[in-house]
C-alpha cells in the first residue's frame, strides 16, 4: 500500500467518528422536531384570546302551528282527549274530519346556533339548518351586544348560510386558511355555543379527511375528535396558525352528545359558496351529467383498478357534458382538473366549484387502460332555491330530496311508471316525515298538478309559501294514496 493511500485511509479513521456523530445529532433534532410538533401545545389560551371575539352566538325563532302533541306525550293520542282536557293543556280544538283542527295553535320554537365573522362590516357564515325558516335571526357578540341579522341567502347542498348585522363599530375578522393543507393527525381548535353554553373552546385532531355522511349532496368533510356538539353548528375550525380551516355541521352520535366524531365542511368549499351568496343571494354549480358509485375493493377487481379508487359512472345522462365529451358507463373517473380522485364523494363537490364553461381534463380508466378526455362543464340546474331575506320564504322546503324516474330506476324498484320523481332522502325532523313519507316513495301529483320530473316538482315547490299545506298524490309498493304533508 502506498503513502498517499494509507494516509487516506487514517484520515477516514480519523473522521468516520465525527461524521456519524454530526449525522446521529441531525437525526436526534429533526426527531425532536418533529415530536414537538406533534405533541399538544402547552396551552389553547393565546389562541382563544385572539379568535373567540370572531364567533358569534345566533338564535333563531320559527312560528310553528300545533295540531298534536308532543312526541311521547304521557296520556297516549291526543286526538281522542275530551275538549277539557285539551284546553288544559293547551292544545288546538278537536280535528275535523280531514284531520286539520279548526283553530290550530301557534307556537315559538327557538334554536341555537354558532356563526364566524368574516367582514368587518357584519357579514357572518354559519350552517343552513341554523337559519332555516326562521322568522327571526339574533346575534350575540363576545362584547354582549345584540342585533337582528337579516338572511343573505342560504345553500342548504352545502348547508352554509351568509347572515349580515349592521354593527356599531367595526368587528373582528376570522382568515381563511388552506383546508386542503391540512394534514390528519394536524390540531385543530373549535369554537362555538353548544347546549347555549357560550364560547366554548375545545381542542382535538383531524381525525380523517375527505368524509361522506349523506346529509348533504356535496361532501368533502373533515373529520375530527374536538368536541362538537348541538349549537356548535355553524361555528369555526381553525388551525394551530388561528386560520379557518372549516365550518363545524354535524357530528356522529347514538346519545346527541358529543363522542368524538364531528365534521366540518373544508373553508376552501365554503369559500366559493360564501362568495357566490354574498353577490347573488344563491349559488350556481357546475353540472358533468354522470350518476356515479363508490369504488369497492370487488369492483376495482372487476374494472381492472389495482386498488378501490375514484368514481365509478353508472349512467351518462343524455346531452350532458360528460356525453358530449364521450364519457361511457363503466369509465372510472380517477382524476379531476389534475385532482386524483381517492374516493366518489370527491367529484360532485370538485365539480359543483368548477366554473360554468370552464374546460376540464377529466382522466379515465377504461377497460384496464387511462384515457384523458375534456369537458366543458354546463350549469346545474337547482332543485332548490337559496333563500334571499328572513322575511320571506322561496319555494317551499317539504324536508325531502327528489330525482328524476330514469328506467333504470323505475326498474329497480318495481315500478311501471315512466313520470314522476322519487324520494331520495326524508328529513327525520320535516314536515314530510311528519306526513310518513318515505325514500323510495313515487311522487306524481302537487296540488292536484302532474308531477313529470324534477323541474315539475320545483316550479310546484316555487308556488308555495310559509304555512301552505301540500296535497301530494303518491304511490308506494303497488298502491297509490293521497298525503297531506302540513305547512310551517
Known sequence: M???????????RHYFPVTFLLAALVGTLAWAAQALAAAPPASFADLSAKLSPTVVNIYTTQTIKANRLPHGFPFGDSQQLPEQFRRFFGLPDTPDNNGSSPHPREMKRTSLGSGVIISKDGY???????????????????????????????????????????????????????????????????????????????AGIVSAKGRSIGSTPYENFIQTDASINPGNSGGPLFDMNGKMVGINTAIYSRSGGNIGIGFAIPVNMAKNIIGQLKEHGKVVRGWLGVMIQQVTPELAKQFNLDRPIGALVGEVSPDSPAK?????????????????????????????????????????????????????????????????????????????????????????????ETSGVIVSDVDPDSPAADAGLRRGDLILEINRQPITKPDDYQAAMTKLRKGDDVLLWIKRDDHKRFVVVAGR
Open 2 to 12: 502506498d503513502k498517499q493511500h494509507t494516509a487516506a485511509c487514517r484520515n477516514d
Open 124 to 202: 357572518i357564515v354559519t350552517n343552513n339548518h341554523v337559519v332555516d325558516d326562521a322568522d327571526e335571526i339574533k346575534v350575540k357578540l363576545t362584547n354582549f351586544e345584540e342585533y337582528d341579522a337579516k338572511l343573505i341567502g342560504r345553500d342548504p347542498k352545502t348547508d352554509l348560510a351568509l347572515i349580515k348585522i349592521n354593527p356599531k363599530n367595526s368587528l373582528p375578522v376570522a382568515e381563511f386558511g388552506d383546508s386542503d393543507a391540512l394534514r390528519v393527525g394536524d390540531w385543530v381548535v373549535a369554537i362555538g355555543n353548544p347546549f347555549g353554553l357560550e364560547q366554548t373552546v375545545t
Open 324 to 416: 358530449q365529451a364521450g364519457l361511457e358507463q363503466g369509465d372510472v373517473i380517477v382524476a379531476y382538473q389534475g385532482r386524483e380522485i381517492t374516493q366518489m364523494s370527491m367529484l360532485p363537490a370538485l365539480v359543483a366549484q368548477t366554473p360554468v364553461g370552464s374546460k376540464v381534463e377529466v382522466v379515465v380508466v377504461r377497460q384496464g387502460k387511462k384515457k384523458k378526455l375534456t369537458v366543458t362543464i354546463a350549469k346545474l340546474k337547482e332543485d332548490l332555491v337559496a333563500g334571499s331575506n328572513a322575511g320571506s320564504v322561496v319555494g317551499h322546503e317539504l324536508g325531502l330530496s327528489v330525482q328524476p324516474l330514469t328506467p333504470e330506476l323505475a326498474k329497480s324498484l318495481g315500478l311501471d
